[in-house]
């Protein structure tokens, strides 16, 4: 006899479990119905209404009745969380002369660090193993030699990058800014006095009781953050419009020392920013591109290799850069473990969440060595965009969550293109997506996203109508030549 494995088609034999567990209520109702349906026909409208008459209800049990019907279903309406929905979102697109091609880079760097040589091979493997492109970005203070980082120059990088995502979100909405409510901007590494939602506030006139906050200091997860703290806010302010504006400020922050832990960050961070639209408007259902429906935090700050995985700090030469930890990747690893343990009862089918039950009670009882089991999450999302923060971080997320080269497309073709764009590059992959046409009514997003403290945060999404291909963007004069092929090594 042939094998069984051969003679069998597994995977439809899996199709078939997940179709039976997922739809089990409904398989088990359509027969129930069916047969009162049967005894219904064969008793008759007279019987049914003698049957009717027999349960002597008067007057006064009926309207009660109702009356106790209405207060629950007032309570659940009243109960229920507002809808919150995503209008649409706007990234900024770094102009062609901020560009930085590998050569430029390297011979700034060789011009920088003419002291050290070895810090300059050192940024070159880096580079070369990065996963990023020849079109990536840097402010203009950063092409002097040497950098110019002065405050100037660092508030004219903000209100470039903020401005022109706000004037593009304003054009494709046609939101107006006395039409804001909640305004969150969130920028970790650079927070002037005022700051930076005081300076949106300036420039655009917005309302004087306007609410307004400022995150700063909460790395890259933090635009997941600024996106929960919108939702909360919107759920106690209804009626309400909320922006968004996610971006990182390079130019005081390019660290110009020789420690390599602090070199890594100028070979990865590059522009960008993005401007979203949050609100809870019955009105704007129809056009919105997005339902939110979770989202979840995790913090691992109580533990102390955690909170210093990522640090700000002085060298020995009184240098301040971003310190990265060589335990940053099993410490990501352990956030998104908590993470997604928390995301999973909230997503997944009932079909994967049984197999995970089975295979945890068969390692506590029968045998410990049991493979544990990790769930399909592709059965619970259609598309997948995960914080472009490097390489590494992809490749660690796309192998723990057995994802497909398609999968991670989106996310590392964001990192070719633009670079790590800190909290904004999770909407650089969203426009990706949708600029491939990818995008259909129904369809669900996860959204993932690292940051320091240590943190891993996650959104879902559910997209409200299928989303045509985008004309203007960040992606609209290079979307035809991607997804391009990515070698493990740019040999410079």
């Not at 969440?353 to 506590?364: A, H, N, S």
């Not at 029968?366 to 598309?383: G, L, S």
Request: hydrophobic content about 40%; aromatic content about 8%; some cysteine.
């Amino acid at each position: 006899m042939p094998h069984f494995s051969d003679s069998v088609k597994l995977k439809y034999v899996k199709l078939g479990y997940q179709y039976l567990v997922n739809h089990i209520i409904t398989l088990t109702l359509i027969p129930v119905m069916l047969g009162i349906s049967i005894e219904a026909l064969r008793l008759g409208p007279h019987e049914i209404l003698n049957l009717w008459n027999s349960l002597h209800l008067d007057l006064l049990q009926i309207l009660s009745s109702a009356f106790l019907i209405i207060i629950i279903a007032t309570i659940y309406f009243m109960s229920k969380p507002r809808t919150i929905f995503l209008v649409d979102y706007a990234c900024f697109k770094p102009p062609v002369t901020c560009r930085v091609p590998f050569a430029t880079f390297m011979e700034h760097s060789k011009l920088i660090l003419k002291n050290n040589p070895k810090s300059v091979e050192f940024q070159m493997r880096i580079l070369e193993r990065s996963g990023l492109g020849e079109e990536t970005c840097l402010p203009p203070a950063i092409h002097y030699i040497p950098p110019k980082p002065t405050m100037e120059a660092a508030r004219g990088e903000a209100e470039l990058v903020i401005f022109s995502a706000m004037d593009s979100l304003f054009k494709k909405t046609g939101l107006k800014p006395k039409d804001i409510d909640i305004l969150i901007v969130n920028c970790s590494l650079f927070s002037p006095t005022p700051s930076l939602s005081a300076m949106v506030i300036n420039k655009y006139k917005l309302r004087s009781n306007i609410k307004s906050f400022n995150l700063s200091g909460m790395g890259c997860s933090a635009g997941l953050i600024s996106i929960d703290l919108a939702r909360d806010l919107l759920q106690v302010h209804p009626n309400s419009n909320a922006v968004v504006v996610s971006t990182e400020i390079i130019t005081p922050n390019y660290y110009q020392g020789n420690e390599r832990a602090m070199l890594l960050p100028n070979c990865l961070f590059r522009m960008g920013g993005a401007a979203i639209l949050l609100s809870n408007r019955k009105s704007e259902r129809k056009r919105a591109k997005y339902r939110l429906v979770h989202v979840v935090r995790t913090h691992k700050g109580s533990d102390d290799k955690a909170f210093r995985c990522v640090f700000e700090m002085e060298d020995k030469e009184g240098k301040v850069g971003i310190s990265l930890s060589k335990d940053l990747m099993a410490i990501a690893g352990e956030a998104l473990k908590s993470n997604i343990t928390t995301m999973g009862p909230l997503v997944l089918p009932a079909s994967e969440q049984l197999l995970f039950l089975f295979t945890l009670i068969g390692r506590k009882i029968f045998n410990p060595r049991w493979k544990p089991y990790i769930p399909d999450f592709k059965q619970a999302f259609e598309h997948f965009c995960i914080h472009a923060g490097g390489r590494a971080v992809i490749d660690e997320l796309q192998k723990n969550l057995q994802l497909s080269a398609e999968h991670v497309e989106a996310s590392r073709m964001t990192l070719h293109r633009f670079g790590n764009t800190s909290s904004s590059s999770l909407w650089y992959e969203l426009n990706y997506i949708e600029s491939k046409g990818r995008m259909k009514r129904g369809d669900r997003v996860w959204q993932i996203a690292f940051g320091s403290g240590f943190k891993c945060n996650s959104a879902v999404w559910k997209c409200n109508r299928t989303i045509k291909t985008p004309l203007d963007g960040p992606w609209s004069d290079c979307i035809d030549r991607y997804p391009v092929h990515i070698p493990e090594i740019v040999k410079l």
